[in-house]
């Protein structure tokens, strides 16, 4: 028989998730789905037993001692050493949010997601897709600490994505909001109209020449980078592996001293936590603060492990296994204005939106494909340009920042990370770059 756990915890979450796509004017789905699912994890004389079982099993203390008693059974077959942090336990308060989505019905989501796609219609617009997602979570956390706490949570949001073609050349406009702040699809037909818009204007755009040359980063890329580059390189799993850039850094200049990256979980955006999914509290943790590696993002496992962080920073989607994950992530404010930043480039490029892209946070390179961008001549925007991405090494990169806007904007959206999806938010303020590597040319 196995001994009585070192520790363990209980976390049961009971959700809603409502989806509705429209393709071109015909309603794709529309609908609620239900789950309920719970997940124990007892730590024995080696490793984690973890087991998931549907969340109606947790019931009576004798029901929740038999769960902990099969996941210590499991934790038999582990064979590695494995030790946990003690750390604080909190939950911040749940923000107050405008009017619940949960307080109105399918038939009126639809009908107001059909004029949002009607407003993306449009000269050369061959196509509208509206797509629409509402989830709402009751969570219940114990642990042996005799920690104990539930918190509900509703997030929606929406996007719109428009292709226009004209002359064999296709390109597409997208827009999209997701909160926690309460419905946000009434009235919104300017971001559709948006959509549009981008999507004729592409038409007429040149594709970008790739070369070495000084670059403005808008504050959805400059996010994407902060996240993407800086923020999975911190990870504390990452790092205990092997697979960051950022091993050994803690303490080390890695970029210039404008530069600081956040990850917040604390704060009340798309990616908040009002604790995170092993009861552990959240609090800012300044990843980079003025150049220099400060910390890396822990769950109580790496936090032992590793050290030099904070934990708070673990995750996971309802029935799975919390891991290390981010938050809010973002770049600091920083002195400049905008206007400074485009004087101080002088000749370049201005780079604005994502298309998606990879990083390899081990080897410390990246490749981000922008949505658009402008040409930037003597201080001034000038003509679109398409097909243009940002590549580089990580920490040359931050090396190469040498102003920080002060219009610091969020993004929010999800991470994908070990077969799970999480809410997050990312972004940053204008960032200018020396000598960035855009279009994908040749590094030499």
């Given at each position: 028989?196995?001994?009585?756990?070192?520790?363990?915890?209980?976390?049961?979450?009971?959700?809603?998730?409502?989806?509705?796509?429209?393709?071109?004017?015909?309603?794709?789905?529309?609908?609620?789905?239900?789950?309920?699912?719970?997940?124990?994890?007892?730590?024995?004389?080696?490793?984690?037993?973890?087991?998931?079982?549907?969340?109606?099993?947790?019931?009576?203390?004798?029901?929740s001692r038999k769960l902990v008693a099969?996941?210590?059974?499991?934790?038999?077959?582990?064979?590695?050493?494995?030790?946990?942090?003690?750390?604080?336990?909190?939950?911040?308060?749940?923000?107050?949010?405008?009017?619940?989505?949960?307080?109105?019905?399918?038939?009126?989501?639809?009908?107001?997601?059909?004029?949002?796609?009607?407003?993306?219609?449009?000269?050369?617009?061959?196509?509208?897709?509206?797509?629409?997602?509402?989830?709402?979570?009751?969570?219940?956390?114990?642990?042996?600490?005799?920690?104990?706490?539930?918190?509900?949570?509703?997030?929606?949001?929406?996007?719109?994505?428009?292709?226009?073609?004209?002359?064999?050349?296709?390109?597409?406009?997208?827009?999209?909001?997701?909160?926690?702040?309460?419905?946000?699809?009434?009235?919104?037909?300017?971001?559709?109209?948006?959509?549009?818009?981008?999507?004729?204007?592409?038409?007429?755009?040149?594709?970008?020449?790739?070369?070495?040359?000084?670059?403005?980063?808008?504050?959805?890329?400059?996010?994407?980078?902060?996240?993407?580059?800086?923020?999975?390189?911190?990870?504390?799993?990452?790092?205990?592996?092997?697979?960051?850039?950022?091993?050994?850094?803690?303490?080390?200049?890695?970029?210039?001293?404008?530069?600081?990256?956040?990850?917040?979980?604390?704060?009340?955006?798309?990616?908040?936590?009002?604790?995170?999914?092993?009861?552990?509290?959240?609090?800012?943790?300044?990843?980079?603060?003025?150049?220099?590696?400060?910390?890396?993002l822990h769950s109580k496992e790496t936090?032992?492990?590793?050290?030099?962080?904070?934990?708070?920073?673990?995750?996971?989607?309802?029935?799975?296994?919390?891991?290390?994950?981010?938050?809010?992530?973002?770049?600091?404010?920083?002195?400049?204005?905008?206007?400074?930043?485009?004087?101080?480039?002088?000749?370049?490029?201005?780079?604005?939106?994502?298309?998606?892209?990879?990083?390899?946070?081990?080897?410390?390179?990246?490749?981000?494909?922008?949505?658009?961008?402008?040409?930037?001549?003597?201080?001034?925007?000038?003509?679109?340009?398409?097909?243009?991405?940002?590549?580089?090494?990580?920490?040359?990169?931050?090396?190469?920042?040498?102003?920080?806007?002060?219009?610091?904007?969020?993004?929010?959206?999800?991470?994908?990370?070990?077969?799970?999806?999480?809410?997050?938010?990312?972004?940053?303020?204008?960032?200018?770059?020396?000598?960035?590597?855009?279009?994908?040319?040749?590094?030499?």
């Open positions: 028989m196995p001994s009585e756990p070192r520790y363990y915890d209980i976390r049961r979450v009971k959700g809603e998730v409502t989806q509705i796509d429209i393709d071109n004017g015909r309603v794709e789905q529309a609908g609620t789905s239900f789950y309920d699912k719970a997940t124990i994890r007892a730590l024995g004389d080696l490793g984690w037993g973890v087991l998931s079982v549907s969340g109606d099993k947790i019931g009576t203390e004798d029901c099969e996941a210590m059974t499991a934790s038999l077959i582990t064979n590695e050493r494995v030790d946990i942090a003690s750390v604080p336990s909190k939950i911040h308060g749940i923000p107050k949010t405008g009017e619940d989505p949960r307080n109105v019905g399918i038939e009126e989501k639809v009908a107001i997601l059909q004029d949002l796609e009607k407003a993306a219609a449009g000269e050369n617009i061959v196509s509208r897709r509206v797509t629409y997602i509402e989830k709402a979570e009751e969570i219940h956390f114990i642990d042996s600490s005799g920690n104990e706490y539930r918190y509900e949570l509703c997030r929606c949001g929406f996007s719109v994505l428009a292709v226009a073609s004209r002359g064999g050349v296709v390109q597409m406009g997208y827009e999209r909001d997701h909160t926690i702040r309460g419905l946000n699809i009434r009235h919104r037909q300017d971001l559709a109209r948006e959509s549009a818009h981008r999507a004729n204007s592409l038409l007429d755009a040149k594709p970008a020449k790739g070369g070495k040359m000084h670059a403005i980063l808008d504050p959805e890329l400059g996010g994407v980078f902060a996240h993407e580059a800086v923020g999975h390189a911190a990870e504390g799993d990452l790092v205990r592996e092997g697979n960051s850039v950022l091993i050994g850094k803690i303490g080390q200049t890695i970029g210039t001293p404008v530069i600081t990256i956040v990850d917040d979980p604390s704060l009340v955006e798309f990616g908040f936590c009002p604790m995170d999914d092993e009861g552990s509290a959240t609090s800012r943790t300044e990843i980079i603060k003025g150049g220099v590696m400060n910390s890396y936090l032992a492990r590793v050290g030099d962080g904070i934990s708070g920073h673990c995750r996971g989607m309802a029935g799975e296994i919390p891991i290390v994950r981010m938050s809010n992530t973002f770049v600091e404010n920083g002195e400049a204005s905008y206007e400074e930043i485009l004087e101080s480039c002088k000749d370049g490029i201005l780079l604005k939106g994502s298309r998606g892209g990879q990083v390899d946070p081990g080897r410390g390179m990246f490749q981000f494909n922008a949505e658009y961008g402008y040409l930037v001549e003597g201080g001034e925007c000038t003509s679109m340009v398409r097909d243009v991405s940002l590549s580089g090494e990580i920490l040359s990169t931050l090396h190469a920042v040498e102003l920080v806007g002060n219009d610091r904007e969020l993004h929010p959206g999800y991470c994908g990370k070990g077969g799970q999806t999480v809410p997050v938010t990312d972004g940053a303020p204008h960032l200018l770059l020396r000598d960035a590597i855009v279009g994908g040319c040749d590094v030499s």
